[in-house]
């Protein structure tokens, strides 16, 4: 690649073509010996290292190395095998783009593997925000959790693993969503109880709303049974999208859908479907008022 660049170090200048300089790549940045074809100027010459994938005691990481065999590439990554270690190929083997290396200990030994501790989120509503308003007040952050397990290894096979600790190293934080509730007049409610409604796409939905326990529907999408009922009486599901009844051949399940009470995820459909084929049934607690 030629290019006129103003950058005079290795970084700069892989970074103004594109070019992603890895730990492992080796450059060498020298001054053109062409001075006729290419001019007064600097040569960047990259010499790239060799992807691979490494299990190393059980951990997968993808790696880049320098290194001409697996040998080479242990010694580069300061691994001693030690007298019970193994590896899945010769140490002689040459390294290619894209090999898997194993490297394990035979007997008992331990184990420590990283968990992510997903972000919560708690769900703020504000009666004064206009329907459809949903802003991340409180960013969340996801946690870790290290569990460790004692694990036996024989011929390369683990035939068995214990947990023998389990410590959070790092808190998730919480994540805070303000969502609006005001509705101007142009939200369904119990007294229109059926409406048509155009979204920002231009299409008409007429919308209408029923009041049914959810817990089967809301077996799907992740959501494991689980929803509650917001202040204005729409269901929603632990995100707080409302629950709502469409056409899966127009609105697959589990997508989310523009309603006018906000943001709705499809989980359920119904008969209506055939006659209004772009209709929405909103679920809400606004016959039974049991909170379900």
């Known amino acids: 690649i030629k290019t006129l660049s103003p950058y005079q170090t290795v970084e700069q200048i892989a970074k103004s073509v594109g070019i992603t300089i890895y730990n492992e790549d080796i450059t060498t940045l020298a001054p053109t010996t062409d001075l006729v074809g290419d001019g007064a100027g600097l040569q960047l010459t990259i ?16 790696i880049r190395t320098q290194g001409k065999t697996v040998g080479d590439m242990l010694k580069e990554k300061n691994i001693v095998l030690g007298s019970k270690g ?4 010769p140490l002689s083997t ?10 394990w200990r035979e007997g008992v030994q331990t184990v420590s593997v990283d968990q992510e501790i997903p972000v919560t989120s708690r769900l703020v509503y504000d009666a004064d925000r206009p329907i459809g308003y949903r802003v991340v007040q409180t960013k969340g952050t996801p946690g870790n959790r290290s569990i460790t397990y004692q694990v036996e290894v024989k011929d390369g096979v683990e035939v068995s693993r214990v947990e023998i600790a389990n410590i959070i190293t790092r808190d998730a934080t919480m994540q805070v969503e303000v969502i609006g509730l005001h509705n101007d007049g ?11 409604w155009t979204d920002s796409k231009g299409v008409s939905h007429r919308e209408t709303y029923y009041d049914l326990n959810m817990s089967a529907a809301m077996q799907s999408c992740g959501q494991g049974g689980y929803y509650v009922v917001r202040p204005d009486g729409a269901k929603v599901d632990a995100q707080g999208y409302i629950i709502v009844a469409a056409d899966y051949a127009i609105y697959p399940k589990c997508s989310l859908i523009e309603t006018s009470l906000g943001t709705g995820k499809v989980y359920d459909t119904g008969g209506f479907i055939s006659r209004y084929p772009n209709g929405f049934d909103l679920a809400t607690d606004w016959t039974n008022y049991d909170g379900r």
């Open 94 to 103: 040459p390294i290619s783009q894209g090999m898997n290396v194993r490297v």
């Open 86 to 89: 193994r590896v899945s190929v």
């Open 47 to 62: 010499t790239r290292a060799t992807p691979l994938t490494l299990d190393l005691y059980g951990k997968v990481t993808d």
């Open 186 to 196: 142009t939200g369904l409610t119990k007294s229109k109880g059926a409406q048509y």
